[in-house]
């Protein structure tokens, strides 16, 4: 499931190694909250990140990572995620390797007007590519089920919305998630935004076993606007089970004029 991390965050991710991401309408990562834009018809984009979340139970890390995104079609684009990653358990062993592959298809069924927000759809499937028994993985398919909406104006972007996450597996239950977020470009070089992230309890044999309210903070650097970008977060639990939730990652872009 999505990780959340105890102190051994910043451990975890020194020993991943790996760099941030971003998106063109500062969107999605490095946040938990998503957004209904697709890549723009024809381009292309690429991600390398790691990233650490957690509970006192078990901190989990993820990195090396890559997404890959690519707009298929008007209003759709093609989402994968393949990954590496640790399960830490406070009472027990760590173990490293492949984690699930991520699959996804976003489409944005109403665009943005002056007075209208865009709204989309972002369904996602979890193949079980990681190995359940050393605690990487779910032994499952299981899938991601979100709305999005987002509204820009001037140098202001708010997005959010929430679904469910359907787990069909002994010792995991499926749950609710919802998210909003408010972020700012400053100058040309920063976006910087905070979100209040919530997930519901995963199940008994998972480090969530119990609902978490966060509230994150981060943002992204542009080296080339947008082509390359740094992106970066870092929260915790404000109600519910203890959690951290950190991020760092690289994103660059590319295939012709952007809208």
């Known amino acids: 499931m999505r990780f959340r991390a105890s102190a051994r965050v910043w451990t975890a991710l020194v020993l991943c190694t790996c ?42 890390t993820v990195g090396p990572a890559f997404e890959f995104n690519w707009g298929a079609l008007p209003n759709m684009q093609l989402h994968v995620v393949e990954s590496f990653g640790a399960s830490m358990p406070a009472d027990g062993p760590t173990t490293y390797g ?80 919802a998210g909003w977020l408010l972020q700012r470009d400053v100058g040309e070089k920063w976006t910087l935004g905070g979100e209040v992230w919530y997930h519901g309890a995963a199940g008994p044999v998972t480090p969530q076993r119990r609902y978490s309210t966060m509230i994150d903070l981060g943002g992204y650097y542009y080296f080339r606007k947008p082509a390359s970008q740094l992106l970066f977060a870092l929260g915790h639990t404000a109600f519910g089970q203890p959690a951290t939730y950190a991020y760092l990652g690289l994103y660059w872009t590319w295939g012709g004029e952007r809208r």
């Open 19 to 60: 760099a941030a991401l971003s998106r063109s309408a500062h969107a999605g990562p490095p946040f938990q909250t998503d957004d209904p834009d697709p890549v723009p018809l024809g381009h292309y984009e690429f991600y390398v990140f790691s990233g650490a979340d957690g509970t006192p139970i078990e901190t989990d």
């Open 98 to 177: 492949l984690l699930d592959t991520e699959l996804g298809v976003k489409y944005r069924f109403i665009t943005e007007t002056a007075t209208r927000p865009e709204v989309g759809i972002f369904p996602m499937a979890e193949l079980p590519t990681g190995n359940a028994s050393r605690g990487l993985g779910v032994g499952t398919t299981w899938y991601r089920v979100p709305l999005w909406i987002q509204k820009d104006w001037g140098p202001w972007t708010t997005y959010g919305g929430g679904g469910y996450e359907i787990v069909r597996q002994v010792g995991f239950r499926s749950f609710p998630f």
